[in-house]
């Protein structure tokens, strides 16, 4: 239903006034007296509207009808002026309306919009002195007031009329419910500098779902209580007597609604700290003790802010920035005067040991590789750090980096000083569980041999659990230096615990692969000594959406080996190399593939630095193309771009193909091949070939060649003499054969009955 708190025009159709007349004073002087207004309802007592009744439901429980009449002194209806109808407070109960032509007690009848609004208050224009109108209780329990008043037309002053219209859960109003809200649900220790305060807001309501009346004087209705060990923690609230303090405390509700305080002390344990509010539903009273209790418990998290878990992400729209020579941000896509590089948002999310968000102005660093990498022609090593391996066992506690499977020294050139190794120990990067604590990115110091390298900065303990573990050669490592894109070095965090940066990178590299990290410093809890806290991701330097996929040439010709060039590029026209496109054939006959690699699959090739990859595209055997139809298609696709290819088989010309003879019911017959042929000179098979012979019969008088591009008639006539048979194709130039028709003797035995 709708509601409208505006004056609105109704059609009253039975407007009624009452009133007495004047009297005359010393001296002859006449008072007029005004009319009167008088309010009849079907009842003042209304349910709350839990049901959800719509007001148009007419004898619904939760509506009383109300019939307002207006009469003169003398008793007769006062016509053709206004009334006007409100109701206070809405919240408890709203007015509507008769539905337009329709009928109202008395006659009258009243028009407020369609009979499903509700209203605070409604001007009816009036006819006939009566209206009728509805009051539809609402969702809150309490009292409304209804006024009806007007103008008297003698006197011009205002007569009202008003009904207290009472609106009942019919449950009472003692407790039944108790909920809790802290804000903020996590503190931190007061020595973090942080807030160690959460204000715990409680809401208390009836067995109606009403918030429950205020107290009586003097009283409180609830009681806060810290049921967890929690050291010097405290509740603050306003009790009935003043300011109470302690970890249990009692207050009152001020209209259904109480507050307390919770201060974290700094020998609070970290942790959820369990806090409990208790009602009591007997008297909706606790200074006089508990009987009925009804409680709710809520938990605020207690933590120290220190960084120990750290996520990397960045968003999935806008979020790259193309940059400017005049370093002005433009909204348009291309900006007027692009610099031919990108910047990626990038956010790290830091949380501390109890999941709140570290302390604003935690600082976290960033870091970036992107080579060596295999070219987009290395097979599987295309677009792959060359240095890396899934067998890396960092030493814990110490610098030694190992890799059994290792090529430290020759793979992509070599590692050296100063490159950064990137180490993957999170279960979402394929580490066996127990190893997030080596998730890491420090800096080479020197290669010792192809599989062993020492890094400037130790490797964290792994000992989260309370002891270090070693699971010996099982995490996914990295070895490279950043050269075509940067990131920014810090940051800090912000209320939320995130940290903003931008991953910096040319257009010429888009589709290139990189490796990006947030580090911070956090607390070993065994140790108590320092623990760097990395998250670390592989992405590839991406481009501006939409992305497009262009190949070419299209149409080919079928039934040939023929290349095809598809080409990735995104909203910029910049080439994304690096990218494996994706391809599905599709063929009205015949058979085909891509690379070898059947109808469906990649290309072999990734694109290359112009965004581009070639194909080999393969078929035989397929039909000639029907029409200005395709023989069939290839369609080419990466994410949502995708291009298609059409093959088409076109027919070149028929061909006398030989004639041999056969003897055929005893008929000396004449058996005509005909060879159809495409453009490249492949037999072309499925084409429908015509015969007509004049002076002969060629059996069948269309035919259609198989996939060796042939067909054949059988013609009979008259033995030993010749017809001439025209063969026809559409699209191609007509054959035209002079055939033998064979005589009996031609065959042994005779040919004949």
Not at 68 to 75: C, H, L, M, V
Not at 241 to 248: F, K
Request: aromatic share 4%; hydrophobic share 35%.
């Amino acid at each position: 239903m709708k509601f409208f708190g505006k004056t609105l025009g109704l059609m009253l159709a039975g407007l009624a006034l009452a009133g007495c007349g004047g009297g005359g004073g010393d001296g002859g002087t006449f008072i007029p007296q005004s009319g009167t207004i008088t309010l009849t309802a079907s009842t003042t007592t209304l349910p709350l509207n839990t049901a959800g009744y719509d007001p148009a439901q007419r004898g619904a429980p939760t509506q009383a009808e109300v019939t307002a009449i207006w009469r003169n002194p003398d008793g007769s209806l006062v016509t053709g002026h206004d009334i006007s109808v409100s109701i206070s407070p809405i919240t408890v109960a709203a007015i509507s309306c008769l539905a337009a032509g329709s009928g109202g007690a008395g006659g009258g009848g009243a028009t407020c919009g369609t009979t499903s609004d509700l209203y605070g208050q409604v001007t009816i224009a009036g006819t006939n002195g009566q209206a009728t109108f509805f009051v539809n209780s609402r969702l809150t329990a309490g009292t409304a007031n209804l006024v009806v008043s007007a103008i008297d037309p003698t006197t011009l002053r205002t007569v009202s009329a008003s009904v207290a219209f009472t609106v009942t859960s019919g449950v009472g109003t003692n407790p039944a419910t108790v909920a809790l809200v802290p804000d903020p649900p996590g503190v931190y220790l007061p020595s973090s500098g942080g807030s160690s305060n959460s204000v715990i807001t409680a809401t208390v309501r009836d067995g109606g779902a009403q918030l429950v009346p205020d107290p009586a004087s003097g009283t409180d209705n609830l009681r806060y209580e810290i049921l967890s060990e929690a050291g010097n923690a405290l509740l603050t609230a306003a009790s009935a007597s003043g300011s109470a303090s302690g970890t249990s405390v009692t207050t009152h509700t001020v209209h259904g609604v109480a507050t307390a305080s919770f201060q974290a002390g700094d020998s609070t344990p970290q942790g959820p700290i369990q806090i409990r509010a208790t009602a009591d539903r007997a008297d909706n009273n606790v200074s006089n003790g508990i009987q009925d209790p009804v409680s709710f418990t809520t938990s605020v998290i207690v933590s120290d802010g220190k960084l120990y878990s750290i996520t990397i992400t960045s968003p999935d729209t806008n979020a790259i920035l193309v940059n400017t020579v005049s370093d002005q941000v433009s909204a348009d896509i291309p900006p007027p005067d692009p610099d031919a590089t990108y910047s990626l948002t990038v956010s790290a999310l830091g949380t501390d040991r109890q999941g709140n968000p570290v302390l604003p102005g935690t600082p976290i660093r960033f870091g970036s590789i992107d080579e060596p990498v295999g070219t987009f022609n290395a097979g599987v090593d295309a677009n792959r750090f060359l240095i890396a391996g899934g067998d890396g066992n960092p030493q814990e506690g110490g610098t030694l980096f190992t890799a059994p499977g290792g090529h430290f020294r020759t793979a992509g050139g070599g590692a050296g000083p100063g490159d950064a190794l990137v180490v993957f120990g999170k279960t979402q990067h394929g580490a066996p569980q127990g190893n997030e604590d080596l998730e890491s990115a420090l800096t080479v110091a020197r290669v010792n041999s192809e599989t062993s390298l020492n890094t400037s900065s130790p490797f964290n303990n792994n000992d989260t659990t309370g002891t270090s573990v070693d699971y010996g050669n099982v995490l996914d490592y990295i070895v490279g230096r950043s050269q075509h894109g940067n990131i920014t070095a810090s940051a800090t965090t912000n209320n939320l615990g995130v940290a903003h940066a931008t991953l910096n990178y040319t257009v010429s590299t888009l589709g290139h692969i990189v490796a990006m990290w947030a580090q911070g410093d956090g607390i070993d809890r065994v140790t108590q000594g320092a623990r760097r806290v990395t998250d670390a991701v592989e992405l590839v330097y991406p481009g501006v959406a939409p992305a497009t996929l262009v190949a070419f040439p299209s149409p080919i010709p079928g039934n040939t080996v023929t290349p095809v060039t598809v080409c990735f590029r995104d909203a910029l026209n910049s080439p994304i190399q690096g990218v494996h496109i994706g391809f599905q054939m599709q063929l009205g006959g015949g058979t085909g593939n891509i690379d070898g690699n059947g109808t469906s699959g990649t290309l072999d090739n990734a694109t290359g630095p112009d965004g581009c990859a070639d194909a080999i595209v393969t078929t035989s055997g397929m039909p000639v193309s029907s029409g200005a139809g395709a023989a069939g298609s290839i369609t080419f696709s990466v994410g949502g771009a995708t291009a298609q290819v059409d093959i088409i088989v076109q027919l070149a010309f028929l061909s006398n193909g030989g004639v041999g003879r056969i003897c055929t019911n005893s008929a000396p017959t004449a058996v005509v091949t005909v060879k159809a042929f495409t453009t490249t000179g492949a037999p072309a098979a499925g084409v429908s070939i015509t015969a007509v012979c004049s002076g002969g019969t060629a059996t069948p008088g269309t035919s259609v060649t198989g996939q060796n591009g042939s067909a054949t008639f059988n013609v009979t006539g008259t033995p030993d003499s010749t017809t001439t048979c025209t063969f026809t194709a559409q699209g191609v130039a007509p054959l035209t054969l002079t055939v033998l028709i064979p005589g009996a003797d031609d065959f042994s035995p005779p040919c004949g009955p």
